[in-house]
């Protein structure tokens, strides 16, 4: 079957399920054939280009990769703000490529191949930005785990 889409990039015009699969294939992106449904987007997502639709798993994903627009609502993500900068709208596209449902789309069309050329992450980077995230008074306690090898003192 083949329907066009409203989200996926690359090439101007409209795009089929097959031209997206091939599209994410070429990149080694293990896409499952689904695609977000502005028709299905939640009511909670802020308007703009993207959005959450009911499908998402509340998997996390997508607010660990661009925290700036993606937020938690009861039990599921949704887009609180939209991209304002290159970088926060690159880190949503990264997010909509990497959604293992799906769930996000965009109401316009972007280019999914450079978010997906994204990947993979340098571990590096994360773990500063992980490291940032932890309150001060926890950074030692971390930093003995690491240094004893993750074992307990007895």
């Known amino acids: 079957m083949s329907r066009t889409t409203s989200w996926c990039g690359g090439n101007s015009g409209t795009h089929t399920n097959s031209e ?4 994410r294939a070429s990149l080694n992106f293990p896409y499952n ?3 977000a449904n502005p028709k299905r987007a939640y009511s909670e997502n802020v308007s703009g280009t993207f ?5 998402c798993i509340d998997c996390d ?4 990769i661009a ?3 993606f937020t938690e609502d009861d039990d599921h993500s949704v887009v609180y703000r939209q991209p304002e900068t290159p970088i926060e709208a690159h880190r949503a596209a990264m997010a909509l490529v990497a959604c293992p449902t799906g769930s996000i789309g965009t109401r316009g069309k972007i280019d999914i191949k450079t978010a997906a050329s994204a990947y993979p992450e340098s571990i590096e980077e994360k773990r ?5 995230r932890i309150p001060q008074f926890l950074r030692s306690s971390v930093l003995y785990h690491f240094a004893s090898g ?5």
Not at 51 to 55: E, Y
Not at 61 to 64: E, M, N
Not at 128 to 132: A, I, K, V
Request: hydrophobic letters at 40%; a negative charge.
């Open 20 to 23: 997206v699969q091939d599209s």
């Open 33 to 35: 054939g689904n695609m």
């Open 51 to 55: 959005f959450v639709d009911d499908t």
């Open 61 to 64: 994903l997508c607010r660990q």
């Open 67 to 69: 925290p700036a627009v």
């Open 128 to 132: 500063l930005l992980l490291w940032l």
């Open 150 to 154: 993750g074992k307990r003192p007895d």
